[in-house]
């Protein structure tokens, strides 16, 4: 991990958060700057990107006030922006090479997925910057969650972000477990119990098992914040490999904490520099209370089956962990996170910070689950492990898929495994088929039409594989499928087919 | 201007390896081959090289417009250009080893051109500063009464008329207009050319919420051409767009688009010339960027490659005056790039002749083309009737857009013969041509390519033989005659193969029977609405390079449907045709519009469009039936045997 290998990284991808409310007097242009990776980017440089951006930014608005630049693209990169809060822009700079080809929607649901979960845990960044002016705050904020939050992507020492390769996943939608109809019940008066521990207080419930979704009374959006962390930190194959799991595939899963700890190192010292130079927010001088969720190896389970984790400090006297909170999107309230696992089974519960009377209640909380569910967690975990197929369970031999619930936040896929089969050839040509299809979808969106977008694309690839679109009542269907007939109606049928038998017919064309 | 126009350093236009010292048409051969050794000249002697083409350049812009005009505008061009000469004299920047550097990048398109070419090239450019001139205003002394005040551009006339906005095809609000007659060919004719609403600039509303505008600007940001608006007045706009590409390009990347919501800005750099399309039409990317890639053709149409130099020259270099005139050539192409399939098929189509007439056609092209024609067309609006080229030559498709583009839009062809200096930027785009055209009737013309810049009155006579034999074999009647048949119209695939009359004595099938007659509906195969209703079809031959479009007919009725139908082709197209990826095999699409279906095979490519609810197994079988179609009547659809773009 020497500064060779370091720089490749920041060739590779650059990624930059900065606020257009700030630093408009000349001279005063660094003061734009909330983040920036590689943070050891001269000045100068991170300063021209941010300059052209939000060049680009009001050129568009001359035309396309609403929706001003969402991507450039350029003969060697591509520049994907996201407005993630009113003028707090993200913009992410990737190198255009032979394995980099990208679909600019994935890139944006990476920068929307940081950005939501760190306003999950840390609140709006506006409201950061508020707190302090000076932008110390923020920064020191956005620096570790962004750079935690990289490290996720780390491969050897590069960033592996998503590509073509991914064509067939779908980045912020949840994973659900399919379970029958006792097994249903069962987990329903689990949560009514955990539910009752909490006495009258309205508390949420998240349950999982392995990477998948079980149950929860969450919002949808908030959903899937807390299902995404839960997957990169918190269900069993997270705790275990630090950082991976199999839904969220990732290639030399023991490299990440390596390189991690090496791309903390090198740009931390960096980072603290820059932020020195700036003079405008020294990152040293404020003594923030400073929380790093996406940091690794930092949870585990203790012996009374919950999670703990001292990310969020101890307590000076006792030295008990403090409890972690969120901020939930939809009501907007502080929530204690309590999450007890047992096997593959991990319940979080959320309780308002508001509710429980600090650390003592949350101990007494933690007794209450304890006495009157954990029996009933057992009994859970067992029922679905019994019913559950294993990683492939939802493998549909011959297809390779992705079904997406757009107004549900869910979709389900080929298994990743199964979806290296594929050759190189297909999956680039179904990336760029989910590229057009991306953009028909965007225009509906900008017609504000009412009516959802129905749409069948079947393509015969040059290397005869079958590629296919569909889009329907809000629902996306993606398939691959080689070593297939010839003809377009063989191809019809096998969806058709698919359709019948997972998707309840909603694909079906009668 | 005239004392250096019988010296030879405009020779600098042609590559001296290419050159054939021993032709006899080079008039000075001792001179050129003193040039030839050019990176030995003096660095003074390299200035007036670059002014000589440059003078050669603008003269050939004046001589575009000249036709029409009196001798005292000849003079005060004259004038003018002198007073440009002398300037540029006082301001010599380029030496002549870069020269001949760019000049050898070209050799590739120079490998493409034929060796009699190559000998006559450099004299043909060197003559043409004052003899194309001698030419043109001759032929308007011979020919026609003069007019003076016009310079000859449809687009001078009417241009600010108030009702202009009914045709402005990417705006709305034209799109109520329903075509009474679907069997009007081209009813995009009612379109007025022209610039659009001048009086618009960047900080207007109206301007602002243009659906598609096309600029060119130098890579100093001076404007050259707006769709919309007045260049002038759009000076800080184009401004803002150059900083724009040089930023990125500074950052060592150069920037090819940039998306925002439903619009989509393109960026194409040629040199020192920035062309930038910003649009919410929903076109791909790469239609978009071949559009621009035309309109940059259609520039170099008409000023050749050689305007670099200008900017070589002069890096702030103000190119409208070369322009100047020549909007209504522009906002034609940029009409045509939202109805005609030949813009993003890269294909010619032809005017559907029988066989017979289209070879009287073709022999006494053949006959011309022998003798110092360089390529001779035959057409009729946008449709080639026939085309032969001299041995070896070929011309691409797109080369025929931008040739009949230019000629349709330039209102002075219409009015008289004339002789022109045009380029072909796909056959050599570093030199001009001469061409003579000479329109029979109101939509039919005759265009003799030359190399040779005093073939004028040859030109003439050859075109009087082509007239005489046109005329005996009813060519021109039966061109007539066509337009007013139409092309292919789907009812008729409702006639059974079988009983289809063999002979094809009538037209393409002709006389067509009614929607209820046998046969078709019968078989319940083809009908409008039914369940395979075929609403129309594109067949694209690629060894022909042409195409054939159906007629419209219901539901595709009006402007509207058409524009949107076309839209969608282009966007099947760019699909099929990924350059990482592509070209794909088949595709199926269906949406709230239509179905369509595309086919691609080594041989053709097949677009059909269906109702959208047409069922899959009977759309197959009715495209299986188009193309056999197409097969049965290709002797009349297609010019068989021309092959233009094989060598």
Same mark, same amino acid.
């Given at each position: ?36 990776? %590689? ?96 932008? =110390? ?31 067939? /996943? ?98 931390? %010292? ?241 | ?7 030879? &350093? ?16 080079? &008039? ?123 310079? =000859? !551009? ?38 007025? +050319? ?61 920037? /090819? ?12 750099? /040629? ?15 790469? +239609? ?138 796909? !056959? ?24 040779? +810049?005093?073939?004028? !009155?040859?030109?003439?006579? +050859? ?37 289809? &009359? ?8 002709? &006389? ?89 095979? %080594? ?45």
């Amino acid at each position: 991990m020497g500064v060779a290998s370091e720089k490749d990284a920041s060739e590779a991808m650059k990624l930059c958060v900065f606020d257009l409310r700030r630093g408009q007097t000349e001279g005063q242009e660094l003061d734009k700057i909330l983040f920036f990776y %590689p943070a050891d980017l001269p000045l100068s440089t991170q300063l021209s990107v941010i300059g052209l951006s939000e060049g680009l930014v009001t050129f568009t608005r001359i035309f396309s006030p609403e929706a001003p630049c969402e991507v450039i693209e350029a003969e060697r990169h591509s520049h994907v922006f996201y407005e993630a809060e009113p003028d707090i822009w993200m913009v992410m700079v990737v190198e255009k090479e032979s394995e980099a080809i990208w679909r600019v929607d994935a890139l944006r649901r990476v920068l929307k997925e940081v950005h939501t979960l760190f306003v999950m845990f840390h609140g709006s960044a506006r409201a950061l910057v508020d707190r302090d002016p000076s932008g =110390g705050l923020v920064r020191t904020h956005l620096y570790y969650f962004i750079m935690d939050f990289l490290s996720d992507f780390s491969i050897g020492t590069k960033l592996q972000l998503p590509n073509f390769r991914d064509s067939l /996943k779908e980045r912020g939608t949840l994973q659900m477990l399919t379970v029958g109809r006792e097994a249903a019940i069962e987990v329903q008066s689990l949560v009514a119990v955990l539910e009752s521990c909490a006495g009258d207080t309205l508390c949420y419930s998240l349950t999982m098992f392995q990477d998948l979704l079980v149950s929860t009374n969450l919002s949808p959006i908030d959903t899937v914040n807390l299902f995404t962390y839960a997957v990169l930190r918190l269900t069993p194959l997270a705790l275990s490999h630090g950082a991976s799991s199999w839904s969220h595939s990732r290639k030399a899963d023991t490299a990440c904490n390596t390189s991690t700890g090496a791309l903390l190192l090198n740009s931390g %010292p960096a980072a603290e520099q820059y932020y020195n130079s700036s003079d405008a927010s020294p990152l040293l001088r404020h003594n923030y209370p400073l929380v790093r969720p996406l940091q690794h190896s930092k949870w585990s389970k203790g012996k009374d089956g919950f999670l703990t984790t001292d990310i969020w400090g101890r307590d000076v006297n006792s030295l008990v962990p403090t409890c972690p909170t969120i901020w939930l999107r939809q009501t907007e309230e502080k929530m204690y996170i309590l999450a007890y696992q047992h096997r593959g089974l991990t319940v979080i519960l959320l309780i308002p910070v508001s509710s429980v009377s600090g650390e003592q209640g949350i101990a007494m909380l933690k007794q209450q689950i304890l006495e009157n569910a954990s029996l009933k967690m057992l009994k859970v975990e067992e029922r679905l492990s019994r019913g559950w197929g294993g990683e492939n369970a939802y493998h549909v031999s011959g297809y390779r898929y992705l079904l997406v619930d757009g107004d549900r936040y869910i979709s389900r896929a080929s298994p990743p495994g199964k979806v290296t089969t594929l050759t190189k050839d297909s999956l680039v040509a179904l990336s760029k088929l989910r590229e057009e299809v991306d953009s028909i979808k965007g225009r509906s969106v900008c017609d504000n039409s009412c009516h959802e977008k129905d749409l069948e694309i079947s393509i015969r690839a040059k290397n005869n594989a079958w590629l296919i679109a569909r889009l329907t009542r809000g629902k996306e269907l993606y398939m691959v499928l080689e070593k297939s007939n010839e003809t377009l109606l063989y191809a019809s049928e096998a969806v058709e087919k698919f359709s019948e038998r997972y998707c309840n017919g909603a694909f079906s064309l009668d | 201007m005239s004392s250096n126009s019988n010296s030879s &350093p405009a020779s600098s236009f042609s590559d001296k390896d290419d050159r054939d010292p021993n032709s006899d048409s080079n &008039p000075e051969p001792e001179t050129l081959a003193e040039l030839e050794t050019g990176p030995e000249l003096e660095p003074n002697a390299s200035p007036d090289l670059i002014d000589q083409s440059l003078d050669a350049l603008e003269n050939q812009l004046a001589s575009i417009s000249m036709s029409s005009r009196s001798p005292t505008a000849l003079d005060d061009e004259e004038e003018l250009q002198e007073e440009e000469t002398e300037q540029s004299l006082e301001e010599p920047i380029i030496r002549n080893g870069s020269l001949s550097e760019e000049i050898g990048a070209e050799g590739s398109i120079n490998e493409h051109v034929e060796s009699n070419w190559k000998a006559e090239s450099s004299g043909v450019i060197k003559e043409s500063v004052s003899s194309v001139w001698r030419n043109t205003s001759e032929v308007d002394e011979v020919e026609r009464p003069l007019s003076p005040g016009s310079s =000859g !551009y449809a687009g001078e006339r009417g241009s600010t008329s108030g009702g202009d906005e009914i045709n402005d095809d990417d705006e709305d609000n034209n799109e109520v207009r329903e075509v009474q007659n679907d069997s009007v060919p081209g009813s995009h004719d009612q379109w007025v +050319s022209g610039k659009r609403h001048p009086d618009e600039d960047d900080a207007s509303v109206s301007w602002r919420k243009r659906k598609k505008h096309f600029f060119i600007l130098s890579h100093s940001g001076k404007p050259i051409y707006s769709r919309y608006g007045d260049e002038h007045k759009l000076a800080g706009f184009s401004a803002t767009l150059q900083a724009i590409i040089s930023f990125v390009e500074n950052g060592g990347d150069r920037v /090819k688009l940039v998306r925002a919501g439903k619009h989509q800005v393109v960026f194409l750099v /040629k040199g020192p010339i920035y062309l930038v399309c910003i649009s919410c039409t929903e076109e791909p990317y790469e +239609s978009l960027k071949g559009q621009l890639e035309l309109l940059y053709g259609q520039m170099i149409l008409i000023l050749t490659k050689s305007v670099n130099r200008c900017f070589e020259r002069n890096p702030k270099f103000d190119m409208t005056s070369l322009l100047g005139g020549t909007d209504a050539v522009f906002s034609s192409l940029i009409h045509s790039l939202s109805w005609n399939p030949a813009t993003f098929l890269h294909a010619y189509s032809c005017l559907p002749l029988a066989y017979a007439t289209r070879q009287a056609a073709g022999a006494i092209l053949q006959d011309v083309a022998g003798s110092g024609v360089l390529f001779a067309l035959l057409m009729c609006k946008h449709k080639v009737i026939s085309l032969v080229g001299a041995q070896k030559a070929s011309l691409h498709p797109d080369d025929i857009l931008l040739l009949s583009n230019f000629i349709m839009s330039s209102e002075s062809f219409r009015t008289s013969e004339s002789f022109s200096p045009i380029c072909l930027p796909r !056959y050599n785009p570093m030199a001009f041509l001469y061409a003579y055209v000479h329109y029979f009737d109101i939509d039919t013309y005759l265009i003799l390519l030359t190399t040779s +810049s005093d073939a004028f !009155y040859h030109l003439k006579d +050859s075109r009087i033989r082509i007239e005489d034999v046109l005329l005996k074999s009813n060519v021109l009647g039966e061109v007539q005659r066509s337009l007013i048949d139409g092309g292919m119209h789907i009812e008729d695939l409702l006639i059974d193969p079988t009983s289809r &009359p063999g002979a094809m004595s009538s037209h393409l099938g002709q &006389p067509r029977p009614g929607i209820n007659s046998s046969g078709g509906v019968a078989n319940g195969f083809v009908g409008v609405g039914g369940p395979a209703g075929l609403w129309h079809f594109i067949y694209r031959s690629i060894y022909l390079d042409q195409y054939v479009s159906s007629e419209f007919s219901s539901p595709i009725n009006s402007l509207r449907q058409q524009k949107r139908l076309y839209r969608a082709y282009q966007r099947i197209y760019a699909s099929m045709h990924d350059k990482g990826i592509g070209p794909h095999k088949t595709q199926f699409r269906r949406d709230e519009n239509y179905v369509l279906l595309c086919w691609v095979t %080594p041989d053709f490519e097949l677009y059909a469009t269906f109702d959208p609810l047409a069922d899959k197994a009977l759309a197959i079988k009715v495209c299986n039936r188009v193309c056999q179609w197409v097969k049965d009547v290709e002797n009349e659809i297609f010019l068989l045997g021309a092959s233009p773009f094989s060598w």
